[in-house]
């Protein structure tokens, strides 16, 4: 099983427009809600690859219900720790004249002292029984820094970490298995901006100094960069020639990681099926739902070279 666990995930509105003019009143032709937010869109990507999968994450409010009749609808297993604080909508603008995304996030909500000891808890039950742990997604305001790292020291699975900052580094000395952050994250991290691939992977192999044993760095439409003790290299994204959505592009890479995991995989050919994976999300309207098919399909067509 992969468990797939975060404490920032959210009820997303995609608002789709003709044509969006900012600072004037606009129509949007559709309107749709769906289940999201990096943990969501992790779980969901990962049962639609084939894995078993759990979503485990903070969820309160009246949007719990429509929330869960999403899952139900996906079959995604779940656990909610239930909280005092409402789940967070993020709003997704489409505007199809000017091929733009905008996106509006509302940010994670603080949680309770006890809520924070109720989801270590479940974690580290789930942890028990799970194959492979994806930890994903930023920490509510006033969360300790470290509190994924906390969760990392219970996780006797490999562990896909896939969030930023200082709680990141704290966790290089476990070793987890693979750090997935964007090219931004990463800079936060280690706290420089990163204008270039070579920049870029000059921080990626201060992670892997630091413990971790594989980095893998996104950067929108550019070469996904990989790097391990054994060296490294880029693989290429694939065209995608009408792009629907890019949210969660980055959450479905860590699912497919996941799942190349679960399965025994190379990790280089887990991240061609990551790549093949955000290819898939970038062409349909709801982060996650991917179309199993067309990944495995896509994946052989994945180039990957090693840097020298």
Not at 200 to 209: D, F, I, S
């Amino acid at each position: 099983m992969i468990l797939c666990a975060g404490l920032t995930p959210a009820w997303q509105h995609i608002l789709v427009f003709d044509n969006f003019r900012y600072g004037e009143v606009n129509r949007a032709r559709h309107a749709y809600w769906c289940a999201s937010g990096k943990v969501f869109n992790a779980a969901i990507a990962a049962h639609r690859l084939g894995s078993p999968t759990l979503a485990l994450a903070p969820v309160g409010g009246p949007l719990r219900p429509q929330i869960e009749q999403d899952f139900a609808r996906a079959g995604v297993p779940y656990r909610w720790v239930v909280t005092a604080a409402p789940t967070r909508v993020c709003t997704t603008i489409l505007d199809r004249a000017a091929g733009k995304i905008t996106e509006l996030v509302e940010n994670g909500l603080p949680l309770r002292p006890e809520e924070l000891a109720d989801f270590r808890q479940a974690y580290a039950e789930e942890a028990s029984r799970a194959e492979v742990a994806v930890l994903i997604g930023s920490l509510p305001a006033g969360t300790p820094p470290t509190y994924y790292r906390d969760l990392l020291e219970c996780t006797p699975c490999p562990a896909i970490l896939d969030f930023r900052g200082e709680g990141l580094l704290a966790a290089m000395e476990l070793r987890p298995l693979v750090v997935k952050p964007n090219r931004e994250e990463l800079g936060q991290t280690v706290d420089r901006p990163l204008r270039s691939a070579q920049e870029a992977l000059a921080a990626m192999r201060e992670l892997v100094a630091r413990g971790a044993q594989w980095v893998v760095v996104s950067h929108g439409a550019e070469p996904v960069l990989v790097a391990s003790a054994e060296g490294a290299w880029e693989a290429l994204p694939l065209p995608v020639e009408e792009v629907a959505n890019p949210i969660g592009c980055g959450d479905v890479m860590a699912a497919a990681l996941a799942y190349a995991v679960r399965a025994g995989w190379d990790m280089l050919a887990g991240v061609k099926l990551a790549l093949a994976a955000a290819a898939a999300n970038l062409r349909q309207l709801f982060p996650g739902r991917l179309d199993p098919a067309s990944v495995w399909a896509a994946a052989e067509a994945v180039t990957l070279r090693r840097l020298h």
